[in-house]
T-cell receptor, first 114, second 112 residues
Framework: AQSVTQPDIHITVSEGASLELRCNYS??????LFWYVQSPGQGLQLLLK??????LVQGIKGFEAEFKRSQSSFNLRKPSVHWSDAAEYFC????????????FGTGTRLQVTL | GAGVSQSPSNKVTEKGKDVELRCDPISGHTALYWYRQRLGQGLEFLIY????????KSGLPSDRFSAERTGESVSTLTIQRTQQEDSAVYLC??????????FGPGTRLTVL
């Protein structure tokens, strides 16, 4: 069965500092990987996705993520965090090449201090 | 174009009552998904529709939960005889076949 682990429940960073949110997945085949962000009272917004090809993917709002098959990881990064990035971040995995359910991690809550 | 919409945005009900939650997917999206998000937790898959295929109901937690979809349009998630543990945000998503899932704003269900 597929699974996603986000080991950090809560992270606090200062505005302007760099950010890395960890995501490890377990999946028996080629995975599709996603990062979503959920701001308070808002729905889930897609930040970026990896289907195939270049393992470093760029997303919206200056985020990027790197797929490392050997480590079963898909960590999210941002070089300089803005106060508006404070939100909950979810990593998700789905089956490649077919519409199917996503399996989500439990999320990482990001707090940004000024 | 318009995104995924859900109604109502909030629903408060008494234990034992039935509730219906509605999802309007993005026009043309063949796949539709329902997820549940309990307070402070990640999303749990409930059910998934793809075109005219039989739905994947593997995530429904009990037979009190059911969902229908008419063609490639609106879907309704029904919870019968609601229990307090059903309190959660219910999220709907739609996608073009195997592509990215786009989520609606959710329905917050509170069972008293």
């Amino acid at each position: 069965a597929q699974s996603v682990t986000q080991p950090d429940i809560h992270i606090t960073v200062s505005e302007g500092a760099s950010l890395e949110l960890r995501c490890n997945y377990s999946y028996g085949a080629t995975p599709y990987l996603f990062w979503y962000v959920q701001s308070p009272g808002q729905g889930l917004q897609l930040l970026l996705k990896y289907f195939s090809g270049d393992t470093l993917v760029q997303g919206i709002k200056g985020f990027e993520a790197e797929f490392k098959r050997s480590q079963s990881s898909f960590n999210l990064r941002k070089p300089s965090v803005h106060w508006s990035d404070a939100a909950e971040y979810f990593c998700a995995v789905g089956a490649a090449g077919t519409a199917s359910k996503l399996t989500f991690g439990t999320g990482t809550r990001l707090q940004v201090t000024l | 174009g318009a995104g995924v919409s859900q109604s109502p945005s909030n629903k408060v009900t008494e234990k034992g009552k039935d509730v219906e939650l509605r999802c309007d997917p993005i026009s043309g999206h063949t796949a539709l998904y329902w997820y549940r998000q309990r307070l402070g937790q990640g999303l749990e898959f409930l059910i998934y529709f793809q075109g005219n295929s039989a739905p994947d109901k593997s995530g429904l937690p009990s037979d009190r939960f059911s969902a229908e979809r008419t063609g490639e349009s609106v879907s309704t998630l029904t919870i019968q005889r609601t229990q307090q543990e059903d309190s959660a945000v219910y999220l709907c998503a739609s996608s073009l076949a195997w592509d990215t899932q786009y989520f609606g704003p959710g329905t917050r269900l509170t069972v008293l």
